[in-house]
């Protein structure tokens, strides 16, 4: 048996995220989460897959975790106990999730020290996330120092934007000596859940455009054209576009001047407050998109005023995507809020059939962890619902890397 294990990690500030895949069917062995990093409080929740589904004898250890290397420790101990160890020789790769890959890295790369010291230099442009990953690769190096370790990032797929799009028209030199231009986040969700629309549909990616909709906590758009990525909403930073849950997404840059001026507030609490307590949360105080329509559907009127702006804004976004692709054959709805709130799709998508959108309401209203169509048969534009997949696709992404 040839070995194709990929263990895929994803390293925040104080969590780590990680997987374990069997590439030579796809299949998942184990997922867990460390959380609470660094405090008295941390917990680490294991559980063995059979691949299909949950295998029973999902674990939890709670106690202090005191950092990224401790963390790692203890996952891979919980592995060992399934005889799924780090340093099995199953093990071909770790994959990374990076989430800024700058201009420089637009697919996926074998991390050496040059790489690392890149990754490093990328920390302005993603001050609150790159550090972390910087930290999961370290430590996972440092484990596994014989492994090939893997940076996929989460800029990459929007790479192909063209040049007119990813700039923003501000003055040249300033731009090109700040690195400030139009990245786009979500990258390996866009790409995973493009290909699987047209897989859905059954056609080659190159004949499908798709307007994937990757409605989260943190939400993106994007345009792809024939499966390469020619426009997405979020920009230098994943603050751009849509109405997330404590993101304002777009808005008139002068609204920064004005809070500063005006306001007296320094950048750090406007970043902060656009960041962290703006979208949903800032506009209605809950965040979770079960709650806003909770309290809509039940007359509340500062959750009825989000709701209505966090639709306005994809349905312009639909529409602009619409004209930037100048032919639609899907559009895609994916993550937490795409994947599950029929009600949010209903609304994105009514008074759209100018556009060639309609839904069909009972397959919209149907549940399931499969990819599917929730437009009739007859509709100019497909829509549908496909679950993203983003450690399977950095999976796949790191194990053709290092077997190719
Ligand atoms: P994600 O960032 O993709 O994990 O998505 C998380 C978000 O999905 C949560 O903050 C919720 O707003 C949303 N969500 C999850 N389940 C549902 C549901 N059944 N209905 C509406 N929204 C949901």
Redesign the pocket.
């Given at each position: 048996m040839t070995a194709s294990r990929v263990l895929v990690l994803n390293s925040g500030s104080s969590s780590l995220k990680y997987q374990l895949l069997d590439m030579a069917d796809g299949s998942r062995l184990a997922a867990g989460l460390v959380e609470r990093i660094g405090e008295e409080s941390s917990r680490l929740v294991h559980e063995p897959l059979t691949g299909q589904g949950a295998a029973g004898g999902r674990r939890e250890r709670t106690g202090a975790i005191p950092d990224h290397r401790a963390a790692l420790r203890a996952v891979s101990e919980e592995m060992a106990a399934d005889g799924l160890g780090i340093d099995s020789p199953e093990l071909v790769a770790v994959g990374h999730r990076v989430v800024h890959g700058g201009t420089k890295f637009t697919r996926p790369t074998v991390i050496d020290d040059a790489v690392l010291e890149e990754i490093r230099g990328l920390v302005p442009l993603a001050p609150l996330h790159n550090p972390a990953n910087v930290t999961g690769i370290e430590v996972a190096r440092a484990l596994r120092p014989d492994l090939p370790q893997v940076a996929v990032f989460d800029t990459a797929f929007h790479s192909t934007m063209p040049e007119h799009v990813a700039r923003y028209a501000i003055d040249a030199a300033t731009a090109e000596k700040y690195s400030v231009r139009r990245y786009g986040f979500h990258g390996t969700s866009h790409a995973y859940v493009s290909r699987a629309t047209a897989a859905l549909l059954g056609k080659p990616v190159e004949d499908v455009n798709v307007i994937v909709l990757h409605l989260?906590?943190?939400a993106s758009a994007s345009a792809v054209r024939g499966g390469v990525c020619e426009e997405t909403s979020m920009g230098l930073t994943p603050l751009e576009g849509l109405v997330m849950?404590t993101r304002s997404g777009d808005l008139d840059p002068a609204v920064v001047f004005h809070l500063a001026r005006v306001g007296g507030l320094s950048v750090d609490e406007i970043d902060s407050l656009l960041n962290k307590k703006s979208g949903l949360l800032g506009m209605c105080g809950d965040?979770?998109?079960?709650e806003v329509?909770r309290r809509a559907g039940e007359g509340d009127e500062s959750a009825r005023l989000a709701f209505a702006s966090y639709i306005h804004r994809l349905k312009k976004y639909i529409g602009a995507y619409s004209a930037v692709l100048g032919r639609v054959d899907a559009v895609a709805f994916t993550?937490?809020?795409g994947e599950?709130?029929a009600q949010?799709r209903e609304a994105a998508v009514d008074g759209l059939a100018g556009l060639g959108l309609t839904l069909d309401p009972e397959a919209n209203a149907v549940r399931s962890a499969q990819p599917r169509l929730i437009s009739p048969q007859y509709a100019r534009v497909a829509v549908a619902v496909v679950p993203?997949d983003e450690e399977l696709e950095i999976a796949t992404q790191a194990y053709a890397l290092v077997t190719q």
């Open positions: 989260g906590n943190g849950g965040n979770d998109m079960r329509l993550a937490g809020v599950n709130a949010v993203t």
